[in-house]
Antibody, heavy 125, light 111 residues
Framework: EVQLVESGGGLVNPGGSLRLSCTAS????????MNWVRQAPGKGLEWVGR??????????DYAAHVKGRFSISRDDSRSTLYLQMNSLKLDDTAVYYC????????????????WGQGTLVTVSS | QLVLTQSPSTSASLGASVKLTCTLS???????ISWHQQQPEKGPRYLMK???????TRGDGIPDRFSGSSSGAERYLTISGLQSEDEAEYYC?????????FGSGSKVTVL
């Protein structure tokens, strides 16, 4: 069974930092590009950024609204994805989800993606 | 600019069918998309990947009453035999070099 479990959310002051983690199991994590996606209260899904695999150079891409403040990394030995968030703003308040990005599952022979259940980040003074 | 435009919210009775639309900006009309479901107070759930020729592959445990089709820049999600648990927000997603975007979502209400 595939599982993605986010952790590390909480309350943080504006200007503060927080690191989220996403622990994966049940699929070949080291072969998966991984996304962070967020959802502000009452709003839709918003892509935050992505990290590719080691084979693809560990390239990262970010949405404009977080570029320079957020950083995505991965530790394949721990099957864990990270999101380092610095200089947090009030409008970074959201549930943060990790998920796979166009994951080609060799077990079934086609692409399919998976999501975690999310972790809430609240930026408030 | 890569943009996804989703049809407005819709409602239908139990057992009926609904067809949701996600439209790609015209210069990206050949792009594939994914559909995701988000039930109230839950995280998103991957439904399927949908190609420009209408071929689609469903995610884990997604019943075949969820189907996809395409026409030009439009991508569709059809839900047949609506059940109460299908009441949810539905998002489309696509990708380009260095970016991923989501549509604004379409809410389905089951009467």
């Amino acid at each position: 069974e595939v599982q993605l479990v986010e952790s590390g959310g909480g309350l943080v002051n504006p200007g503060g930092s927080l690191r989220l983690s996403c622990t994966a199991s049940g699929f070949s994590f080291d072969n998966a590009w991984m996304n962070w996606v967020r959802q502000a209260p009452g709003k839709g899904l918003e892509w935050v950024g992505r990290v590719k695999t080691i084979l693809d150079g560990l390239t990262t891409d970010y949405a404009a609204h977080v570029k320079g403040r957020f950083s995505i990394s991965r530790d394949d030995s721990r099957s864990t994805l990270y999101l380092q968030m610095n200089s947090l703003k009030l409008d970074d308040t959201a549930v943060y989800y990790c998920g796979t990005d166009q994951y080609f599952d060799v077990l079934v022979g086609y692409e399919r993606d998976f999501w975690g259940q999310g972790t809430l980040v609240t930026v408030s003074s | 600019q890569l943009v996804l435009t989703q049809s407005p919210s819709t409602s239908a009775s139990l057992g009926a069918s609904v067809k949701l639309t996600c439209t790609l900006s015209s210069e990206y009309s050949t792009y594939a998309i994914s559909w995701h479901q988000q039930q109230p107070e839950k995280g998103p759930r991957y439904l399927m990947k949908l190609d420009s020729d209408g071929s689609h592959t469903r995610g884990d445990g997604i019943p075949d009453r969820f189907s996809g089709s395409s026409s030009g820049a439009e991508r569709y999600l059809t839900i047949s035999g609506l059940q109460s648990e299908d009441e949810a927000e539905y998002y489309c997603q696509t990708w380009d070099i260095g970016i991923t975007i989501f549509g604004s979502g379409s809410k389905v209400t089951v009467l």
